[in-house]
Every structure is written in C-alpha cells, then in structure tokens.
C-alpha cells in the first residue's frame, strides 16, 4: 500500500518536473493555434491560389486557399478531417520532430512559414491540443443560471460582438456558431482569431472557457423576421443599404445591349436582373426599358438558403467579394422565404391592387402619412401614388420590406389584407397639378 502510494507521489514529481522542464511559451501555443486555424490570415500572406496537392477529397468542396488551412485537413477537434487523420497522437511529441514533418512531402510551405511559425506550430500541436468533446459535455453540465452569468463575455468581449453576440456582420451570431460549432468555437476562444486583437482565454483555465462556451450558447439566433426584411432592402439595393463604395463597372452578368447599363452600378442590384416581381423573364420586367431576360428567383423559393448564399457567392453574381456574411444569410433567406406570389395583390393585367382603397385610407393615415404626408407629396423623390401607379411592384416590394437605409418600416409581418387595402389607396393619391 505504502510503496504504491510512495511511487504514485514520485511518478508525479517526476511528472511535475518534467511539465516544467518543457513548458512552453503560452504566447507561441497560442499563436501556433492561430496558425493552425489559418497562418495566411495570422501572417498576412497570401495563401496560394491552387488548391494544396495533397487534399484529394472530392466529397466536399472547398475554396483552393482554404486546402492550405491545417484545419481542412485535421479538423477543430485535432481528429483529421476530409480523409487525413489526426494529429491528436502528436501530443506531448517533440517539438523539433514535429517541425520535420511540416518541412515533409505532405505539407509543402517551404517559403510560406518560417521556422518560428513551424515552432509555435509544433508547441501548439505538442502542448496546445485539447480534448474538444470533452469539453462540450463540460459545458452541457454547466448550470443555466451559472451559464447566463457570464460577466467576462460581458466585459472582455461584448465591445466587439455586443451583448447578444451578434454585432459583427461578416460572422455568423455567435449564439448559433457555439451552438453548431463548438469546437471551432472553442479552438478560437482558446487561441484567439488569426490575424485579430481579438484576446486568447488559454491561460485562465478550461473552467473559465467551458463557462464561456456554455454561454454563448445561450445567446440568441439571428432574427428570421428582420433577416428577411432586411434581404429585401438589400435585393432592392445593397450598395445604398451597405453604404458602401458603388461598383463602378456593369455586372459581368448583366447583358450589353439592355438598357440601365449605363449606369454601372445599377447593373448590381438584384431587382434589376430578376424584377420587382422575382419573376424575371416570366413577369412584368419581361418587356420594356428594364428587360433583361434573366430568369426569376421564383423556383428559389423554400430552397436551403445555404444553397442560396452559394449562387450568390459563386462566378456568376461575385458577391462574396462585396457583401459580408449576414448580409448574404439575409438576401438568402429574403429570396427562400421572403419572396411572395404578387399576382395576388396586383392584377397583373390592370396593374391594379386587389384591396379596398376606403379600408386602406385610415391605416395610410397612421401609418405612412407622418412621413410620406397625406397626399403623399413628402420623402420620395417621386410621388408615392403616381410610382403606386405606373409600378405597383416596386411599391409593394417597398411595402412588405421597408426602404433601403432608411427607417420606413417594412409592413411584411402584417395581415396582407392591410397591405392590399393601403395599396389601392395609395393608388388613388392624386398629384399636385
Ligand atoms: C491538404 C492536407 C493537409 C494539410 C492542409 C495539412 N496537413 Fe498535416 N498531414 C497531412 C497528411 C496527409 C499527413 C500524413 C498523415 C496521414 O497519412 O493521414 C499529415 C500529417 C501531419 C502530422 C503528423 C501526424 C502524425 O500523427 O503522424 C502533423 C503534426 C501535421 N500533419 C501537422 C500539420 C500542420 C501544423 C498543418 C498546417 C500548417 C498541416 N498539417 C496541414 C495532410 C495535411
Ligand atoms: C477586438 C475585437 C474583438 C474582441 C474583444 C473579441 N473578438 Fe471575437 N472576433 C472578432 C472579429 C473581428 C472576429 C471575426 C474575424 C473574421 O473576420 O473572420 C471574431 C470572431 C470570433 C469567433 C469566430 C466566429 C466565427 O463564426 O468565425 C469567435 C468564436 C469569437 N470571436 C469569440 C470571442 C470571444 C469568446 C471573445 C471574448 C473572450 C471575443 N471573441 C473577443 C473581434 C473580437
Ligand atoms: C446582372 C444580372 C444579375 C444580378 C444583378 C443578379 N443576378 Fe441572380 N442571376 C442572374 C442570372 C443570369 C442567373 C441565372 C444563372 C444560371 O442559371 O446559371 C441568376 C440566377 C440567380 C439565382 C438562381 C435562380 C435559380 O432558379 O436557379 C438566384 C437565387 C439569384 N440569381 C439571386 C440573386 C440575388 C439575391 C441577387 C442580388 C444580390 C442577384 N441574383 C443579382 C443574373 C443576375
Ligand atoms: C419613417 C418615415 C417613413 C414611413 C413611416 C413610411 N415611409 Fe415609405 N418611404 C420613406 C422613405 C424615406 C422612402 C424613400 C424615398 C426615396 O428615396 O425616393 C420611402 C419610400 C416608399 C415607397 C417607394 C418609393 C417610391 O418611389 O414611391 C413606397 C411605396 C412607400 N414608401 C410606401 C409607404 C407606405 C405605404 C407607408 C405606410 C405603411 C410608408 N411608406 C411609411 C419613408 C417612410
């Protein structure tokens, strides 16, 4: 009994020595973690453009910079991902042996990284690597009171993300990132972001990261009511919406001889290409100074906007390039759910609405004269009831989703028949002679 006890003790002070004789700088796991997440980001390099000859997966499909990430190939939770294994068994390895493997066949960065980067690298995949599924089930068994308590998100994190964690438009909230990918999750909250300021928790302990998981994924969800209202204020134009820098040359998609191609950037909003109606070449923008004979987004309509966000990224619209994250979620889930069938508001051969103008009188006067004034003479550049009239279709996308940058509210969530009956009363406003 004794001497197991004894030998237990002196396995451990060896054990105890022999962590302190390899400690590592924190500051370089930390940083190999983040070069592990994405070194071309952390380094503000260039990652090449071909894909990395050594990831042959075809099941899924990933950007060829993304191929040179360690994580495409060994995942978030060190357990090898797209059919290469892990690196988990090269924990507590040496550091200068794992250096050699990043200088092998596989991992061809000869002038990518420096040896300093393959150090932290190595110190990262020797003494960084944490048991991830562990760690969820840690933050399943944190308490809901003590999970919604978290005041270091409050104070160390919320100036960039707000409160909700929902603040920064070119990520997903961070409610549904920790709860759809902890582990990713909790290699950044460990790590830190590549290339950010953003801070790394690593040496307040797993406790404190566990917590934090464990909160995030008590923030809410990104809202589907606004995203889609706000998808269609930026399907009439995103460039106002955004206010962000106007694309000066026409969309490559947007044929020569139609004719808003004079105005570069017109040619990008999508309400050019596929009309006020989503109907394209089946509907009202079929003909006339607006014709382009692109097809509508109406068989889009119920599509996974995942899918959705993927078109949008893809040769043929280049709007990855332009549009933050949560701006394409929203314009996805605008074109999967937001889209409606305008045929029955409008008679698409009268141009009429199908509402009861004397209904619709009281509700314009509550709702949209303090703006617009009774006639509707104020605000738009045009007269509300003449554009009512000579484009219906416009004036109801506006309706249902509000205008772009600006505060008119987006009616979309109210009973359509007060949309229906306001627009046959806007159509009957008269112009000041
Ligand atoms: C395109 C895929 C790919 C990328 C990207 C990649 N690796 Fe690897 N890695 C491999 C393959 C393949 C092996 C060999 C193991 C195997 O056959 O599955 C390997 C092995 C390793 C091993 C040894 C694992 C063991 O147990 O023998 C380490 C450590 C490693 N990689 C680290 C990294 C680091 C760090 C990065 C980023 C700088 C990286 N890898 C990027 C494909 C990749
Ligand atoms: C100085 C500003 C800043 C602070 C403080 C900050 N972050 Fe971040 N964080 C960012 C930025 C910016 C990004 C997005 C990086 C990008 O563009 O890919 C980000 C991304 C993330 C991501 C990745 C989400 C995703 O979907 O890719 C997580 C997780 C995260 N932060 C968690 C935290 C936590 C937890 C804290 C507090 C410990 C924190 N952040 C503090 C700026 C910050
Ligand atoms: C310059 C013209 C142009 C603009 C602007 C444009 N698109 Fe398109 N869009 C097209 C063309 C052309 C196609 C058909 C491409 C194809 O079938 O390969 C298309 C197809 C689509 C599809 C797939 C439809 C289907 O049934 O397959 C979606 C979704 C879509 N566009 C959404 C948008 C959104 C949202 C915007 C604004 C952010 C937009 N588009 C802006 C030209 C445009
Ligand atoms: C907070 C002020 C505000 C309120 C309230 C408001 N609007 Fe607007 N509306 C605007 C602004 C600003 C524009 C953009 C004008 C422009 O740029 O030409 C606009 C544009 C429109 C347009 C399309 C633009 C056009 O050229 O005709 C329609 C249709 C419209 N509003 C209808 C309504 C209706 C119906 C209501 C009531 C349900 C309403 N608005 C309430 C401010 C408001």
């Known amino acids: 009994m004794k001497r197991t006890t004894l030998a237990t003790w002196v396995l451990g002070l060896v054990s105890l020595i022999g962590t302190s004789a390899n400690a590592v700088d924190p500051a370089s796991v930390v940083r190999g973690g983040r070069l592990y997440d994405n070194w071309s980001v952390e380094l503000k390099a260039r990652p090449p453009n071909h894909p990395n000859p050594v990831f042959k997966t075809q099941q899924v499909r990933v950007d060829a910079p993304d191929t040179w990430r360690c994580v495409a190939c060994h995942g978030w939770d060190y357990q090898g991902n797209n059919g290469v294994s892990g690196v988990r068994g090269r924990q507590k390895a040496d550091p200068a042996a794992l250096v050699a493997v990043l200088k092998d066949a596989n991992h061809g960065y000869e002038e990518l990284l420096d040896d300093g980067d393959r150090l932290d690298l190595a110190n990262f995949i020797a003494s960084g690597q944490t048991d991830m599924q562990r760690l969820v089930e840690a933050a399943r068994r944190v308490k809901p009171a003590q999970a919604s308590a978290n005041k270091v998100f409050a104070t160390v994190c919320s100036v960039c993300h707000g409160l909700d964690g929902d603040r920064l438009r070119q990520i997903a909230p961070l409610g549904d990132s920790a709860r759809q990918r902890p582990f990713e999750v909790l290699h950044v909250a460990l790590n830190g972001h590549p290339g950010g300021n953003m801070p790394a928790l690593r040496t307040l302990g797993e406790d404190t990261v566990v917590r934090m998981l464990a909160y995030l994924q008590t923030l809410p969800s990104f809202n589907l009511a606004a995203s889609i209202a706000n998808g269609g204020r930026l399907y009439d134009d995103w460039q106002t919406h955004i206010a962000g820098q106007r694309q000066a040359l026409p969309h490559p998609a947007y044929p020569p001889k139609a004719y808003y191609a004079n105005t570069a ?30 097809k509508g987004l109406r068989a889009m309509a119920g599509a996974d906007p995942e899918r959705i966000m993927a078109v949008l990224r893809s040769r043929s619209h280049l709007y990855g390039a332009v549009l933050k994250y949560r701006d394409l979620q929203d314009l996805a889930n605008f074109v999967s759910q937001g889209q409606i069938d305008m045929d029955t508001v409008i008679d698409p051969r009268t141009g009429l609405a199908r509402g009861d103008a004397s209904q619709g009188a009281a509700h314009y006067r509550s709702m949209c004269a303090g703006c617009h004034g009774l006639e509707g003479h104020f605000v738009a550049k045009r007269h509300t009831g003449r554009v009512s009239r000579t484009d219906p279709w416009h004036s109801l996308h506006n309706m249902l989703n509000g205008h ?19 627009l046959a009363h806007i159509q009957t406003l008269k112009e000041r002679p």
Do not use: F
């Not at 999508?270 to 692109?294: L, V």
């Not at 772009?404 to 306001?422: F, G, H, Q, S, W």
């Open 265 to 294: 950037s017109e040619t990008w909003r999508c309400k050019e290409c596929h009309g006020w109606d989503y109907k394209g070449n089946q509907g009202q923008y079929a003909k006339g100074e607006h014709a382009t004979g692109i």
């Open 404 to 422: 772009p940058d600006d505060t008119m509210p987006a009616l979309r969530e109210l009973d359509p028949k007060v949309i229906n009956d306001i």
